[in-house]
């Protein structure tokens, strides 16, 4: 393609949805075709068909990709896996809304057509899923796409419910459960989000039965008293040994129940003892299988009092509370109400209060399968990158109950159990026609589904056709590596572990990659409450997916959150503009005659260097180094360092000094080689670099990457499946990259000389360098690019030069000295006049500041924070007179 075609300015709006287009059209994202070569495969955590992408999801898929292209791009037969989840009461909770805006509830709809009016919203959603994964570059192999209640995904999922019911480690039994009220349904451990809140702690006196004075109980929750069966106390403590085994009244219900003694009371807790609700606490539940108490459920699945509360009944939670601590400071039964602060369960995701009740549900035994999961992290077989999280994971297992995988829900995976009137129990692979027992054929399946997350579990081997043993599972199973967030490690990351080891003998993934949230600029959680959610959509309609892709990279490090600041992707977009100007001036002056057919001699690592500038065998140095940086970062799990990186060579060895330096060649043709051929071969080199540093752009920032690449004149395939760059030690070209780096030292120097006096840009001085005898001979060498980017004419480079007076001057370390003159650049006595009076100006200040300071009032008596201010700026004066005493010396 003609150079002259790149466009002055970078359009990502235009750039990105047709760049997007041809790696669809050319099937470049299929994993597979690849023979023999090593794979690399990542399932995607499969984002819910709840509405849209936030920005977690963004920095959660472009970590992914960045992986996958770079190992696509390394040669391997790479397989990112998509797919979404069902997400069982968030989508049951969101059509439910829905509905209700026209004035429908599911049960009027009946089951069946609800779940019709689910699979036509999870179309919508699904579909505005995948178009927000495509706008961020996702290179998934679509062709694969899978959804978690898809017909493979439901085998899977019934597979394992009967596999594990055969071998007792699923059953049914009544137990306590955490229940949402506005949900309807049971949650496990791990879906209960506890908050500190402020509350009371009421102490209540019971009565004993014989009329012999009372006993006091402490409570958070007054209204589940009237449920209590029992008292406890510690079984040695002294204040209650003659008590354990006689009854109280209980107040207002005035039944008679039973002091027991239980290791688990604490003695230091209010009185040392408790009252017992067998129905609504499940310490309490313990305490009362071991001691035989009833169990009375005071509070029903709807959140109100049951007809057990007696004259309670029918009252909501909170308004039985009030009511029946009323009634106990009737009859003079409270002993004191204390403020109290505690952790209150919260359904994670509708934020009801949780009420534990006691349900006939499902469970998973889980210290069967938690043990191995355990040992093969301890292993080694999984390694959670950063370490610290293999911890979290640990502690979690190590304290693992029985897992609730019951949700009284109609969308999701259906209980594959069906009831006979005869009592049997049938939980099969296939619905049963009839019971095998007494051959009735009216059976009636369990009406609730599975957690989500137990399909979430089989994801990893699900997705690649187990329980069949397909082709693809053969190949890409075990994965290489899980990217997700922290918050989702006891959610989901430790049961895919266990489920894998049980139905696969292996661990799901090799690496587990923990990424932290992302926060907003102040460091508070995204959230629809604080309303500070920013859509990674409206970004990249501003600034392109490149931007917000780069800016997300660069912000991580492993395993901790990062802010996001619009300041950031201010500057991601910044540098996408630096890497489009720089690569249009390289395609533009591949010619001695604008418009020309490119003239360059094609450089590769093998080729000769004899006809190279410094210059040019100075940027291959640092590129190869970058090379072999960037591959290690990324081989390391670091892709924040990797990226950050790509900036660094891009931004400042490549676009600022490199294309800067290479000027001197291509514009005035000085260099020893000649003219014609050193123009010719610093063309053929700003070639080999560009391409090379947008083959190590391109897993950061594949739209813009991509888009250069066509325009290069010596480019083959598509930059997606172009190799990535090896570190050759034949460009290894230390001398050189010494010498240069003395002439960008001085350069650098010269200029922050400059900046000191306001010299503007362009404007010639004269500048002196004393260098080192063996310095010297380098920066003779430089002399024309010294001159040219430093404006310093004329320029001196002697190591026997006296220091100049009136001269400002920078030291670079005991190779260099270089001095800028001030005579003529300007008015020296204006300027000495100027800085006099602004070092009088200053001592005035510091008078000022001091005497505050020594005034035994004010530093007692101000503020902490005033007085360590005016400390502050004593300190900043201070040093800012020293400065100006010495500008003032270097003008005498």
Known sequence: ????????????????????????????????????????????????????????????????????????MRGDDALWLPGTDH??????????????????????????????????????????????????????DWSRERFTMDEG???????????????????????????????HTALSDIEVEHEEKASTLTHIRYPLADGDGHIVVATTRPESMLGDSGVAVHPE?????????????????????????????????????????????PNDFEIGRRHNLAIIPVIGEDGKMTAEAGPYAGLDRERCREKVVADLEKVSLIEKIEEYSHAVGHCHRCRTVVEPLISRQWFVKMKPLANPALE???DGETVFVPPRFTQVYENWLENIRDWCISRQLWWGHRIPAWYCSCGELIVDYEDPRSCPVCGAETLEQDPDVLDTWFSSALWPFSTLGWPEKTADLVRYFPTDVLVTAYDIIFF?????????????DEVPFKTVYIHGLVRDAQGRKMSKSLDN?????????????????????????????????????????????????????????LSDEPGGAPDYIPFQPDSRTEGLTVEDRWILHRYNGAVEQITAALEDFEPGEAARLVYEFLWNDFCDWYVELSKGYLYSGEGAAGSGESRRRTRGVLIFVLDGVLRLLHPFMPFISEEIWHYLPQRQAALIVSPWPEHSTQLSFPAEAAAVALVQEAIRAVRNLRSRVQLPPGRQA???????????????????????????????????????????????????????????????????????????????????????????????????????KERARLEERTTKKEKLKERIQELQ
């Open 237 to 281: 403590d002294e204040r209650y040994l003659e008590l354990v085994g006689r009854e109280v009244i209980l107040p207002l219900l005035n039944r008679k129940i039973p002091i027991v003694a239980d290791d688990y009371v604490d003695p230091a807790f209010g009185s040392g003892a408790v009252k017992v609700t067998p129905a609504h606490d």
């Open 376 to 378: 093969a992290v301890r």
């Open 1 to 72: 393609m003609a150079r002259d075609l790149i466009p002055p300015v970078y359009d990502p709006a235009a750039v990105e949805k047709r760049r997007y287009r041809y790696w669809l059209e050319g099937d470049y994202f299929r994993a597979g075709g690849k023979g023999d070569e090593k794979t690399f495969t990542i399932v995607i955590p499969p984002p819910n068909i709840t509405g849209s992408l936030h920005m977690g999801h963004a920095l959660d898929i472009t970590i992914q990709d960045t992986l996958i292209r770079w190992r696509r």
């Open 492 to 504: 989901w990351v430790a049961r895919m572990i266990f489920m894998s080891l049980y139905f696969m």
């Open 766 to 868: 004269a500048v002196i360098l004393r260098p080192s005898p063996e310095a010297a001979a380098v920066l003779e060498s430089g002399r024309h690019q010294l001159s040219r980017l430093a404006f310093a004419e004329p320029l001196t480079i002697d190591p026997s030069s006296g220091k100049p007076r009136q001269a400002l001057a920078e030291i670079i370390g005991d190779e260099l000295e270089v001095y800028l003159p001030l005579a003529g650049v300007i008015d020296l006595e204006a300027e000495r006049s100027r800085l006099e009076k602004e070092l009088q100006q200053l001592d005035q200040e510091l008078r000022r500041t001091v005497g505050k300071l020594k005034n035994p009032k004010f530093v007692e008596k101000a503020p902490p924070e005033v007085v360590a």
């Open 87 to 140: 997400a069982g009461i968030a989508t049951q909770i969101r059509v439910e809304e829905d509905l209700a805006e026209e004035g429908l509830t599911r049960h009027r709809l009946g089951r069946e057509r609800f779940l019709e009016k689910v699979w036509e919203w999870k179309e919508t959603y699904h579909e505005q899923i995948l178009s927000q994964l495509y706008s961020l570059g996702a290179s998934c």
């Open 153 to 183: 995904c439901s085998k899977a999922v019934r597979k394992v419910f009967v596999d594990l019911y055969r071998a007792g480690l699923i059953y049914r039994g009544n137990y306590m459960i955490n229940w949402c009220p506005r949900c």
């Open 533 to 589: 959610g920013i859509d990674p959509l409206e970004v990249i309609a501003s600034f392109g997916a490149d931007t917000l892709r780069f800016s997300l990279i660069t912000g991580q490090a492993p395993g901790n959150d990062q802010r996001f600041r619009h300041e950031n992707v201010e500057a991601a977009r910044n540098f996408a503009n630096k890497i489009w100007n720089a690569s249009r001036f390289v395609l533009m002056n």
